[in-house]
């Protein structure tokens, strides 16, 4: 047993090796090295950070919606009272304006600075894998309307400052009116100008960060703590098809390539007997991800999703092939083989299995390429099943495999 959990644990010191190398060990290690660590006992030294939790993406705060927050800021500074301990008028009404400007001037501000410094701060904490996804989030939304998020960030925050400064000076402009009827159109106006330098910077912006709050809320949480496997191969092969029939997962299902763009996360639980006739649940994760081509080794947004979540998470891995006619104009046998040679010799020590999926329209002139990756799983005595997602022909043994191969990794991330 203890031999068999060593082995294992080596099988994951690619992967523990690639996190301290990339990232200080005492950021992402302990929560894998100390798993109760990151549930149980915040540290209270400043100066060594928490370890980063699982989905700090899909809690970050969202900004209220510019007009409900001007709305809002309007109605607490209408009913501000003049302070009755002040006999003359005028003082009086001074003091009130300054302080309904400088009231309206944190109301404005204070609320999106508070935002920005959680989501600066969340950002700053990230788990390398939720950095992976909000990295490439990123990317993918600036190529569809070329808005990046830290700039519009900063912007938000250009125009925040601007209202702070304007606030500022305004309130003490106050002390220059020289009769009580100046004091009050004197607010009336400073009010109206602290609301345009909102409208014209923050409410154009912020409905942008809101969009980017909605994409990142969507993004998938990863537990650490669930044993995983993560389904790989090339465009259209049948990979969601598989998942959809293996766990409560449900990603789209499509006849043609990319239709997953992201990682879908899906459950199984994994039910063993104990030695007392009783049973114990481990509640596992089956991942479905971007078709990879990989070709000339490179790899896109999405199949750069795909390489990352078997590089920083611990997973198992099932590598689907498709050699059935249909799917051989985007994914050639040539282009699944260089395919899963890359990405074996990339994660060489992970528990692995390959499954030929579609195999109900499989066709006698097929079977060499069948018998070519019975050759290439041979070699490093990896489990090749023959599947079809569609009749459920096969689905049993890859069944087995599946549970297999989570209870594995179950025991090394038991042990971590
Ligand atoms: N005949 C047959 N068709 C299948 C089987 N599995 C999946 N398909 C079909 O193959 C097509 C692609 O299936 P998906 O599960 O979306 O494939 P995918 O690998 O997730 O595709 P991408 O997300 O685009 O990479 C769909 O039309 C499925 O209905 C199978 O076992 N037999
Ligand atoms: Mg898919």
């Known amino acids: ?17 690639t996190f301290t190398t990339m990232y200080r060990p005492t950021k992402f290690l302990s929560p894998l090295l100390r798993p109760s660590r990151l549930f149980s006992t915040p540290r209270s030294s400043s100066s060594s950070r928490p370890p980063p939790k699982p989905g700090l993406l899909q809690q970050l705060p969202a900004f209220q919606p510019p007009n409900e927050h001007l709305n809002a800021c309007q109605k607490k500074i209408q009913y501000m009272k003049p ?10 009404a001074q003091k009130q304006s300054s302080l309904k400007l400088q009231t309206l001037t944190t109301l404005l501000s204070k609320p999106l600075n508070e935002r920005q410094k959680r989501w600066h701060q969340t950002f700053q904490n990230l788990h390398p894998f939720d950095d992976v996804v909000l990295r490439l989030t990123i990317s993918n939304r ?7 998020l830290f700039s519009t960030m900063s912007k938000v925050d250009d125009g925040r400052k601007r209202i702070v400064k304007l606030g500022k000076e305004l309130s003490g402009e106050v002390k220059k009116c020289e009769r009580t ?73 499509n006849d043609y390539s990319f239709t997953t763009k992201s990682v ?29 081509l ?10 750069e999703l795909t390489v990352k979540s078997a590089e920083l998470l611990p997973t198992a891995v099932m590598f689907v092939w498709d050699l059935s006619k249909g799917n051989q104009g985007t994914s050639s046998f040539e282009v699944q083989k260089k395919a899963r040679e890359t990405l074996r010799e990339k994660f060489p020590r992970r528990p692995w299995f390959d499954v030929i999926t579609k195999v109900d329209v499989l066709e006698e002139e097929d079977q060499n390429m069948v018998e070519e990756v019975e050759r290439i799983c041979g070699r490093n005595g ?23 191969v989570l209870t594995e990794v179950g025991e090394v991330l038991q042990v971590l």
């Open 142 to 148: 600036v190529k569809i309307d070329g808005i990046e």
């Open 1 to 17: 047993m203890f031999m068999r959990i060593t082995l294992l644990l080596l099988v994951f010191l690619p992967a523990v090796h």
């Open 83 to 92: 302070d009755p301990l002040i006999k003359n008028a005028k003082l009086r």
């Open 264 to 292: 879908t996360i899906g459950h199984k639980w994994l039910i063993k007997k104990d030695e007392w006739g009783g049973e114990d649940r481990v509640r596992c994760q089956v991942m479905d991800s971007p078709g990879v």
């Open 294 to 303: 990989l070709r000339e080794g490179k790899a896109n947004d999405m199949e």
């Open 382 to 404: 990896e489990k090749l099943h023959m599947v079809s997602a569609i009749t459920g022909e096969g689905l049993e043994e890859v069944e087995v495999e599946v549970e297999k």
């Open 181 to 253: 009827k100046d004091v009050n159109d004197f607010t009336d106006d400073a009010v109206d100008q602290l609301l345009k330098l909102y409208k014209s910077t923050i409410s154009p912006t912020l409905p942008y960060l809101n969009s980017y709050h909605k994409l990142l809320r969507t993004t998938p949480l990863y537990d650490f703590t669930s044993p995983t496997l993560l389904l790989i191969g090339a465009p259209n092969v049948g990979k969601s098809s598989l998942v959809r029939k293996l766990s409560s997962g449900k990603p789209e299902v």
